[in-house]
């Protein structure tokens, strides 16, 4: 067999092997506000809570779209006039919007899910309010950038690191991040959120400089709320930088199932606020004081042991989801990216060389000179467009799965209509990569067990323990 395909199959074999998981930095943000909560999620799977988030996401696909239209064509610096110029942008994305209230409700309606009656009422409303923050604040105290990028996933393999930024500004001299929150924040910023806007942070300096702690592209990061905008300060930024990395290091360690230590928060925002995760977090502190003590059932404990090898046994395969990109750095680190991606494409694993055809809804159908296609239907693939000087893992990417392959057509299905609108604007026209994904389901999976562990807990612990 040729030596390019020994080596490539002997990386995969290698690295399954090893822990190949990211941490989110909404993950990190949990972990940094208390790691019992991140464990809650992973992994015991007690999600905290079954919000419907349809207003939220509506309202992030209409800012992605409208960012690098509407918004962008109408940014003025120093503003003085802002309410004019609110207006303005408003009217004139109101196509995107209502567009994409439709497609949504389409949606929701296919999918049976409950819609309130104020659903559009609320998504104007919160679009108005960011648009109102932006110009106020944002456009009054910084220029217009020359391109603007929406839901960047970056992924930084070596500090285990993966993200979705909602908004990067590029300038000349560097770039500014932006995060979205559909709520009010004009009366406190809490941890989470600044956690996970200087998590971003980290992995915008690794995408414009290919290392995290180089700072020299960073002109500000701020949170974009429905009353206003918050800017950091940047010893805040710099001061919390290093809690980020203990409780990614943190988080990480505990995906792969190593033993660690929880360190408590001094304040319990959870307990203290009486919100919905700290019932869990009690019941999973009992668990853990009766095992010591002892007093657990023989058939219960032998039922939680069943439960954890699963647990660990779907904490894996949510590693292996990450597989692929872990080959793709790990050649580019051995061979340099070109001959790495030249051996990658000779076994399969990438397929370069596409050009955009045309879409149709959500279906996207690309071309290219030969019909020697290496991808199967239902293949989920990421859809890298390669920008120079960026590493191929920090380029803007979208995912998608393969429908079909015929000659040298392929089609492929976004996630929504509104991913193929933003897929057009700001990838298509790059040179196109297509790289096999996985779709991480691992809440969905983990959830069933913890479900059945407080279950089991109920049936078989006698009441008067269960105190
Ligand atoms: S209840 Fe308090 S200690 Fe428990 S997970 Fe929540 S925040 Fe942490």
Redo the contacts with the bound molecule.
Sequence with gaps: MNTDIIDVRKTYDYLRKCQTHLVQSSEIATAC?????F??DYPFGATRSDKDYLVANTVHDIMSICMSGPILENWHSGLENYEKVTKKIVMESSEIVNTIIKDTLDIARRENRFVEDTFELQVNDIYNGLIMGMTRRLMKKHERPSRVLTEVTITNIKDHHEGRIDAILEYSNGYGLLDWKSYDLSNTISGREKWQLIANTLLANFRYRRNEDDWTGHNFSCIIHNSGVYFPKTETTRKEVERIKANRKFAHMVLCGERVRVQ??KF?????KG?E??K???FY?RDARLAYEGKLPAQYEKMTKQFFAKRYAILKERAETHLHKHVVYSLICKHGEEEALRRLEKIGILCRGFSFDFDIDEKVIFSRADDNIPLEPRRIVRIIGMEEGKSILSCINEQASVMEVRNNKITLSFRSKIAVRRAKRQLFHLPIILLRDELNLTRSMLRPIHQFHKLAADVLIPAELLV
């Excluded at 506000?33 to 909560?37: E, I, W």
């Excluded at 319990?268 to 203290?272: A, I, L, N, R, T």
């Design positions: 506000v208390c790691q019992n909560l464990k809650l408590r928060p319990c925002p959870v307990c203290d919100l995760g700290s869990e977090c009690l502190q």
